[in-house]
């Protein structure tokens, strides 16, 4: 067999998976389900890492995304992972580099071993960075004896991705590795239709009409504003850990622009406060928005695409980009990703059947986005409090820092699903709960921001949606908390201008 078809076992789904399941406590009855509901939601103090708001989802939940992905999914991601890392080393000519990087390959078996026989969830080993201690204590505080089908899924979940990146962080010369890194590439080259339809509509500067009124210019800026928001949100529906099986077909679907689409698909928006959302974000005039990323690729490209409308219409005259500092859940923006579009709408040949108009187009819109970068319009940040286990409710205690520089922000939008876990402790809370209910303290806290979430739903914990319409889906629709065919863009209005306040 060539080592270009070869593949890791997980590389392919697992017909069955055989978990070690024994430290499970015993399945509740539906009676003592109900007993039991009236304890939530846990009071404030109770609430931890371990104890969400609402019954956590954990992988042994069989009925839950979090068991197929515990299971099956991140199984395969690990194993394609592994297929990555030979693919480099069979380019490799020198042996001590090659030396290095079979252990890492070593440690990712381990990895293997320890996921899909269920291991108790170990310290992380001391790497240098500055994100162990704030891993370790919480392991030592509250998942002392769990193991990953046990834990809450979310912290399971992003631990295994911290352990991928010790596999490399322990070696000499992989330290920055990014197993992903393929992939992500490949996604934005194979989108040309939707990054095309986009760079010929902005390319040109955004003009304020001097020959219209200032009522008729608002109203048209919010048209654009709620386009605009539509395609960002549903940029994030292609994120690389759900494509495994898609065709090229199914995500040019995914990523049509056009407005007749975007008409279409507002009702799938379920919990919809886009129209609050523009009105408030009509009112800011040269201030500061700030993007809590998600997914490389073609979504890093819409949030560009809008945040630059967001600077040339006056909106804002700063906007913050948050990205990972670590290869995260497959797809997530690193620092090394957000270099790489820039310069590729600048300097690439990502699209082999282009015309010269769209390639100018694109470069046209690489070279203001790289000025912008230039002149601190545009900052791309990567605090670690984002690659760690902690969900936003501890934001504001565990990474104070982080909080303050939030709360100078007009606004703070949060893209994507993962993000969308985080923000509501991805537990089960009942489907109608208020989003400034379900985000907590992101939303209670004097000096917290404004905050939106533009998600397309891809994972169980659901809020903000009126009461009736998620029961009727799973009447009709089984599986669509996992479509990503539905959405939310809900907005939490926070206690901006309020000073914060820290306990020592
Ligand atoms: O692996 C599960 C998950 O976190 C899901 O919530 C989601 O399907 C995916 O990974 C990440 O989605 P996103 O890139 O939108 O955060
Ligand atoms: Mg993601």
């Not at 108790?120 to 002392?144: H, Q, S």
């Not at 497959?330 to 990502?350: A, E, F, M, P, R």
Request: some cysteine; glycine content about 6%; charged content about 25%.
């Amino acid at each position: 067999m060539s080592n270009e078809t070869k593949t890791h076992p997980s590389a392919k789904a697992p017909q069955k998976t055989v978990l070690n399941l024994g430290n499970l406590p015993p399945k509740l009855k539906p009676s003592d389900m109900k007993q039991s509901a009236s304890q939530y939601p846990r009071t404030p103090s109770r609430v931890n890492p371990n104890q969400p708001p609402w019954p956590a989802y954990r992988g042994y939940h069989e009925y839950s995304f979090a068991h197929a992905t515990m299971g099956v999914r991140l199984p395969t991601i690990l194993g394609k992972a592994i297929d990555d890392v030979w693919k480099t080393l069979n380019q490799e000519y020198d042996e001590e580099r090659i030396v290095d990087l079979v252990n890492c390959i070593h440690r990712l078996e381990d990895l293997m071993g320890d996921l899909q026989g269920n291991s108790k969830l170990r310290p992380i080993i001391d790497d240098g960075a500055g994100d162990v201690a704030l891993w370790n204590k919480e392991i030592a505080k509250f998942f002392r004896g769990k193991d990953f089908m046990n834990a809450p899924w979310l912290f399971a979940e992003a631990y295994k991705y911290r352990r991928l990146r010790e596999c490399f962080s322990l070696s000499k010369y992989w330290v920055d590795y990014d197993v992903f890194f393929r992939q992500k590439c490949d996604t934005f080259s194979r989108s040309n239709q939707a990054v095309f339809e986009l760079s010929q509509r902005f390319a040109e500067p955004h003009k304020h009409e001097g020959n219209i009124s200032a009522e008729a210019q608002l109203e048209k800026n919010k048209l654009l504003f709620l386009e605009l928001t539509q395609v960002c949100l549903w940029g994030n529906s292609t994120d690389l850990s759900l494509l495994i099986d898609m065709t090229e077909e199914d995500i040019k679907k995914l990523q049509s622009t056009g407005g007749d689409h975007l008409a279409a698909t507002e009702k799938n928006i379920l919990g919809n406060d886009l129209h609050k959302l523009a009105d408030y974000v009509m009112t800011i005039k040269n201030g500061r928005i700030d993007f809590v990323l998600d997914n490389a690729g073609f979504e890093l490209y819409c949030d560009l695409v809008y945040a630059d409308w967001l600077i040339q219409s006056g909106t804002c005259s700063q906007v913050i980009f948050h990205g990972k500092k670590i290869p995260w859940f497959v797809s997530d923006v690193t620092k090394k990703d957000w270099d790489w579009i820039l310069n590729s709408c600048v300097y690439g040949q990502l699209f082999q059947d282009a015309s010269d108009a769209e390639v100018e187009s694109l470069r046209t819109l690489g070279h203001r986005w790289k000025q912008y970068e230039k002149e601190g319009k545009w900052k791309y940040e990567a605090h670690p409090f984002w690659c760690t286990g902690y969900t936003f409710w501890d934001l504001h205690s565990e990474a104070p820092d982080l909080f303050q520089h939030l709360s100078e922000s007009d606004l703070v939008i949060f893209k994507g699903d993962l993000n969308h876990r985080k923000l509501t402790y991805d537990c089960h809370a009942p489907l109608d709960t208020p989003f400034n209910q379900a985000i907590g303290p992101l939303a209670s806290e004097a000096g917290a921001p404004p905050v939106a979430s533009l998600r397309t739903i891809k994972s169980d914990v659901v809020v903000g949606i009126p009461s009736g319409v998620g029961e009727k889906l799973d009447d009709e629709e089984p599986g669509w908390k996992i479509s990503g065919k539905y959405a939310v863009v809900l907005l939490s209005q926070g206690r901006k201008g309020e000073t914060p306040v820290y306990n020592n």
